[in-house]
């Protein structure tokens, strides 16, 4: 087992709805223009790290894209306290890459159309990266972005 690289707030469980998490990484970047590529170079190093055995170019490309669609889409305003977006890294027992990208705003209208390349090219490229797209809501408020990514070639 390879030393475990995480900041969780509370033991980790399994909310995968598959394998439990065999490694987690998560960091905090202010909702500003350069953290999508903070992100994707912290990205590329911990799954460096992880030793994660996917296209890790593909996985850090996906952080980019969904950090810099938070930046984009989700920033509460100058006078909202948490202007932060929050970046988890988990892999799964069985090689899955979950890729999590937590913000403040609690709602992802036309979340179906714009995974679909029907608002923009960003989320749909994710899926052509090999990324399963999804979101929910969060306990301590806002929303989270998910991207699973498996190990192996993706089937575009």
């Known amino acids: 087992m390879y030393p475990r690289y995480a900041e969780p707030e509370a033991p980790v469980t399994s909310l995968t709805g598959t394998a439990p998490v065999a490694e987690e990484w998560s960091r905090t970047f202010d909702l500003l223009p350069g953290a999508s590529q903070l992100a994707r170079l ?3 190093t911990r799954l460096t790290m992880f030793r994660w055995p996917g296209n890790v170019e593909g996985a850090t490309t996906t952080v980019g894209i969904l950090v810099g669609n938070a930046v984009t889409h989700a920033d509460p305003g100058p006078n909202h306290e948490d202007r932060r977006v929050r970046l988890r890294l988990a892999i799964t027992e069985t090689h899955a890459l979950l890729i999590d990208i937590e913000d ?3 709602a992802f209208p036309n979340f179906e159309q714009a ?5 923009g090219r960003g989320l749909w490229k994710v899926g052509r990266l090999g990324g399963a797209l999804s979101w929910h809501l969060c306990e301590r408020g806002g929303k989270a972005v998910r991207a699973r990514m498996m190990p192996g070639p993706v089937l575009a």
């Open 42 to 44: 912290h990205a590329r």
């Open 104 to 106: 403040p705003l609690p």
């Open 115 to 119: 995974s679909a390349d029907e608002l």
